[in-house]
């Protein structure tokens, strides 16, 4: 049962331009957002994150936009960099102790120059 | 601030023998989470503890892997005997797991486990 889904594997931007990556979830009961970046050999970074409660989260180049009816997240990143090149991965979670984060499979960045 | 150190960075064993990885979180951080990444696939979540207490194993497979967190810092999660499956990249993360703050998880940079 996957709760957290990245549909696409892999996505190729040219440098400059932006990068949109989407993300769905199933699981209702999740409030909090987030999205890692993972280089090879290296383990996840965290980026960015949006509650619930929110709509968009922005920090500089980044910025996340949920649409919870849609069960929808996207992070976008303008303007993409050769060093961006990455697998981003959303992850989801509720509000609590016992609460943990659900992964999706991971989207391939690669920013082309 | 030091980050999620994790020790080995490379283990290769062969199928049946045991394994043994060690997490130390970052100081301070209460929840302590492993998880496991096949390739090609997001992270898992083996088991996650809050202090030294375990909150969630469900997806743990009892029969072979056991963790534990002693004093509630560092944590070993073990592997015996292994299976050509349990080839994967297994991640420790911590974070600080207040119930009235939405914090991130901080990963260490995994432990590859290739099983022959």
């Known amino acids: 049962d996957q709760q957290v889904k990245q549909n696409s594997p892999s996505l190729s931007v040219q440098e400059g331009r932006i990068s949109i990556l989407n993300c769905d979830y199933t699981?209702?009961?999740?409030?909090?957002f987030l999205w890692y970046k993972k280089y090879p050999a290296e383990g996840p970074t965290f980026l960015i994150s949006?509650?619930?409660?929110?709509d968009k989260n922005e920090d500089g180049r980044f910025t996340v936009f949920l649409n919870k009816s849609a069960k929808h997240l996207s992070l976008h990143i303008v303007p993409s960099q050769p060093g961006d090149s990455a697998v981003y991965f959303c992850?989801?979670?509720?509000?609590?102790?016992?609460?943990?984060?659900?992964f999706g499979t991971g989207t391939r960045l690669q920013v082309t120059l | 601030e030091a980050g999620v150190a994790q020790s080995p960075r490379y283990k290769i064993i062969e199928k049946r023998q045991s394994v043994a990885f060690w997490c130390n979180p970052i100081?301070?951080?209460?929840?302590l989470y492993w998880y496991q990444q096949i390739l090609g696939q997001g992270p898992k979540l083996l088991i996650q503890?809050?202090?030294?207490?375990?909150?969630?194993d469900s997806q743990l497979p009892k029969d072979r892997f056991s963790a534990e967190r002693l004093k509630g810092v560092d944590s070993t999660l073990k592997i015996q005997p292994a299976k050509l499956e349990d080839s994967a990249v297994y991640l420790c993360?911590?974070?600080?797991?207040?119930?009235?703050?939405?914090?991130?998880?901080?990963f260490g940079q995994g432990t590859r486990l290739t099983v022959v």
């Open positions: 949006i509650s619930s409660i929110k």
């Open positions: 993360a911590s974070s600080l797991g207040t119930l009235m703050v939405d914090t991130e998880a901080f």
């Open positions: 503890f809050q202090n030294n207490g375990v909150v969630d």
């Open positions: 992850a989801a979670r509720y509000t609590g102790t016992a609460s943990k984060l659900t």
């Open positions: 699981n209702s009961m999740f409030d909090y």
């Open positions: 100081s301070g951080h209460a929840t």
